[in-house]
């Protein structure tokens, strides 16, 4: 019973996983002088008032130094995060969204002075957002409460079904307000429409009264 239990809780995490999307992100950035160093930019969605991690590892190269900032898509642009001269140390960040939307993370590869734009200078950057449960540290959470196996997978079961939730009612909240803006502008335009009409109508029976009477004024007709 136990391992039919076990078997069923392994198919769900299959199941759940399917799911989740892909978070990573991995490419090359060529190397460029200070003057002409241009930021290779990345963007990721995330809701508000959630917990989300930012890793990053860049690989290894010669005579060049990546810097990141990362900044919301506010107005103001606020920076959340900035490092420079990142190594293949694992570099990790955590923060908490304050208002739904995209968090930008821009890279740039600069030269050390004297050499110019190369083939063979290049860095490889890695970068992977981890966003609700996955910020979780599970090991840590079984220590301090003291959890066996099975019921620490039930947490992340629990806590990949709440993202899993939270995500659904997002995308319906916003089906919801696309809709309202649909029927919205649909309203209007039916309104603009039978406007449109009622004052073409109005003008051809105007045209017809004026005429008549223009016409009879030269005693065109009678």
Known sequence: MARLYSSACVALIALITLFQTAQAIKFDIAGQTAVDALPVCISHYIDSD????VKVRVGSGPHQKVGLEITDDSEHLNQIWKKDGLTEELQRGS????YAGDVVACFT???TEGYQPDPRYTRT???DFDIGSETIDYAKLAEA???KPM????????????????NMEHLQ????KMRNTNE???ARVQWFSTLTMVILVALGVWQIFYLKRFFRKKRLID
């Open 173 to 176: 909240d916003r089906e919801e």
């Open 50 to 53: 959630v917990d989300f991690v």
């Open 151 to 166: 019921e620490l997978e039930l947490r992340k079961l629990e806590d990949m079904v709440k993202d899993i939730v939270d």
């Open 95 to 98: 923060f908490k969204s304050h």
């Open 184 to 186: 919205s502008t649909n």
């Open 109 to 111: 590869n600069v030269l």
């Open 125 to 127: 950057v890695d970068i």
């Open 145 to 147: 409460e003291k959890l």
